[in-house]
């Protein structure tokens, strides 16, 4: 009986080192704009059951949170869902919605992982090589990598994320209700500074206010 995957086990293979070698270009230090006059939150859904990938893109200004511009874009989904290789059938729908924003942000926050990926190259981390922009990858579960360490319930409490020596992550408590988001650079972001970039713009919120609501407009992707 044939399925999805098998038909792509060649080209995931040639994806993997595709994304071993972008990988090797992602910039883990700060080269984001400051202070900050932009930021929007990126999230891809799906439709048609899978057919169609879409994208929603949320502007912001960085100092009132007010909404500049929101935008989606959809396209026809041109691989399946493969495991730790979201990022390629994504990508093209988040380029798209980027381009129709009225301007690009000084950070963008993408659902998703950025380092905190068994590649290291998780969708935030491809969004930021291929456009630029500086990203942080927001997600709400690990893929990879444990914490070492207790979390304390406290708001903004945060604790690395390792996969075996290397820190490629963290757990960030982001309100004391919730469970810890897991917070990774993606690309031109500092290990150090992603948490508390995602502390500054969660407002009450679990996830960062451009993130949150642009997840209000995009379906979870199966």
């Given at each position: 009986?044939s399925?999805?995957?098998?038909?792509?086990?060649?080209?995931?293979?040639?994806?993997?080192?595709?994304?071993?070698?972008?990988?090797?270009?992602?910039?883990?230090?700060?080269?984001?704009?400051?202070?900050?006059?932009?930021?929007?939150?990126?999230?891809?859904?799906?439709?048609?059951?899978?057919?169609?990938?879409?994208?929603?893109?949320?502007?912001?200004?960085?100092?009132?949170?007010?909404v500049?511009?929101?935008?989606?874009?959809?396209?026809?989904?041109?691989?399946?869902a493969?495991?730790?290789l979201?990022?390629?059938?994504?990508?093209?729908?988040?380029?798209?919605?980027?381009?129709?924003?009225?301007?690009?942000?000084?950070?963008?926050?993408?659902?998703?992982?950025?380092s905190?990926?068994?590649?290291?190259?998780?969708?935030?981390?491809?969004?930021?090589?291929?456009?630029?922009?500086?990203?942080?990858?927001?997600?709400?579960?690990?893929?990879t990598?444990?914490?070492r360490m207790?979390?304390?319930?406290?708001?903004?409490?945060?604790?690395?994320?390792?996969d075996?020596?290397?820190?490629i992550?963290?757990?960030?408590?982001?309100?004391?209700?919730?469970?810890?988001?897991?917070?990774?650079?993606?690309?031109?972001?500092?290990?150090?500074?992603?948490?508390?970039?995602?502390?500054?713009?969660?407002?009450?919120?679990?996830?960062?206010?451009?993130?949150?609501?642009?997840g209000?407009?995009?379906?979870?992707?199966?």
């Amino acid at each position: 009986m044939s399925s999805a995957a098998p038909q792509w086990a060649g080209d995931a293979e040639a994806l993997r080192e595709l994304q071993a070698s972008l990988a090797g270009q992602v910039e883990l230090r700060d080269r984001f704009a400051q202070p900050l006059r932009s930021i929007a939150g990126f999230e891809v859904g799906s439709e048609d059951e899978g057919a169609t990938v879409r994208a929603v893109a949320v502007l912001m200004d960085a100092d009132t949170l007010a909404v500049l511009d929101r935008q989606t874009a959809r396209r026809p989904a041109s691989m399946p869902a493969l495991p730790g290789l979201r990022s390629f059938r994504e990508l093209p729908a988040l380029l798209d919605v980027l381009a129709m924003l009225r301007h690009a942000p000084d950070l963008a926050f993408v659902r998703g992982h950025g380092s905190a990926h068994p590649q290291r190259f998780g969708i935030a981390a491809h969004f930021g090589v291929a456009s630029g922009v500086p990203s942080i990858g927001v997600a709400t579960s690990t893929l990879t990598g444990e914490a070492r360490m207790a979390l304390h319930e406290m708001r903004g409490a945060f604790t690395p994320l390792r996969d075996g020596r290397q820190q490629i992550g963290w757990l960030l408590r982001s309100r004391p209700d919730c469970e810890p988001l897991v917070v990774s650079p993606g690309h031109r972001v500092a290990m150090a500074a992603a948490p508390e970039l995602v502390m500054r713009f969660a407002t009450g919120n679990r996830l960062p206010e451009p993130l949150r609501l642009a997840g209000t407009q995009a379906s979870p992707m199966a």
